[in-house]
């Protein structure tokens, strides 16, 4: 499994973020589970009856998610993920909707350091709703 530097804890020490900066912490842990390839970071960023339609794939359900997704592109490929113009939406006190751009390089697993390797670059816009939670399965 690529380890694409140290991976960031689920949880990082410090005092509690306010409404938007979880909102946008929890997508960028989503991704960055992927480039990190850590299933603690996509378990601390999505509920276990998560709902995606990523690429005309649908999932639904946590481990949807993670076998039709996440291991497809965490295990197969060293990426990168770029996120940006994040724009957070507080509907109630317990969901909110976020849209942003992401940008990701790819590479063949294992080679993504390498100066002279081929990569690719995929990017899409992206449209969530979210739920506030405490822990997994709760």
């Not at 100066?115 to 670059?121: A, E, I, L, M």
């Amino acid at each position: 499994m690529v380890q694409n530097g140290t991976p960031l804890p689920a949880k990082l020490a410090g005092p509690p973020l306010s409404d938007r900066d979880a909102i946008t912490d929890a997508c960028y842990r989503a991704f960055l589970s992927i480039d990190q390839s850590s299933e603690e970071l996509l378990r601390s960023s999505v509920t276990p009856d998560v709902y995606t339609d990523i690429a005309f794939k649908v999932c639904n359900g946590y481990d949807e998610l993670k076998n039709k997704v996440w291991m497809n592109v965490s295990q197969r490929v060293d990426t990168i993920h770029y996120l940006t113009n994040m724009c957070v939406g507080i509907d109630t006190e317990t969901t909110a909707r976020v849209t942003f751009n992401a940008q990701a390089l790819h590479c063949v697993l294992g080679k993504g350091y390498e100066p002279d390797s081929t990569k690719f670059t995929t990017g899409a816009f992206y449209t969530a709703t979210l739920s506030r939670r405490t822990t997994f399965g709760s």
